[in-house]
């Protein structure tokens, strides 16, 4: 039977999630990337994706500037910096450094790709919407990449500890 609920709680029970990485750089070129789980496609022609980003958030200041970024879904082998990309800030670690991840040169825009990832989508910035706590980033996707022999991860939930429970398909 239905039970009214805790909204925030029952937002977070619709499992499993998806969630991708998103590459920004700053004037230097130097790149950083945050993990977001709040995103979706807005537009089949012309392909556009929308991103939830924290207002304070690297990344989105970033992109604000850049007005290019990469979304990168990740695989299993990426597990470990998910730690990294998700809970650290980029004004205060090189999170490419730290968690091992290659770049490679996009196409068409001066944000790298993931190497290890298994899908990489090359944005150009179309508008950013004032939300809640976050901001909607619109990108329209440029060039796509894809490496057909990777999976893709998911979270599952969370396990008795509150920590993630990730899943390859
Ligand atoms: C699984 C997961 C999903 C996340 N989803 C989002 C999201 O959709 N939007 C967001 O603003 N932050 C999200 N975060 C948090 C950011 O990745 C985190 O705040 C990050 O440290 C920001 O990095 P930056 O300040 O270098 O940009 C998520 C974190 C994890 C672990």
């Known amino acids: 039977m239905l039970k009214q609920t805790d909204i925030q709680k029952t937002l977070s029970a619709f499992k499993p999630e998806n969630f ?6 700053d004037k230097n ?4 990337g945050m ?3 709040w995103k979706t496609r807005i ?3 012309p392909p556009l994706y ?3 980003l924290g207002q304070s958030s690297n990344t989105y200041k970033l992109i604000k500037k850049s007005k290019e970024f990469v979304i990168a879904v990740p695989n299993k082998s990426m597990e470990k910096a998910i730690k990294i990309f998700g ?10 450094k730290e968690s091992k991840l290659t770049t490679i040169p996009a196409k068409k825009i001066k944000v790298p790709l993931i190497k290890e990832a298994t899908i990489c989508y090359e944005c150009k910035l179309v508008n950013t ?3 809640g706590s976050c901001n909607l980033v619109v990108g329209e996707v440029v060039v796509a990449h894809h490496n ?3 999976k893709v991860i998911l979270v599952m939930g969370k396990d008795k500890e509150g920590k993630r429970i990730f899943k390859e398909f």
């Open 20 to 25: 991708v990485f998103v590459i920004s750089i």
């Open 29 to 32: 070129n130097k790149p950083n």
């Open 35 to 37: 993990v977001a789980a």
């Open 43 to 45: 537009s089949g022609t």
């Open 50 to 52: 929308a991103l939830a």
């Open 87 to 96: 809970h650290q800030h980029g004004d205060e670690i090189d999170k490419f």
């Open 129 to 131: 919407i004032k939300t």
């Open 148 to 150: 057909k022999k990777k």
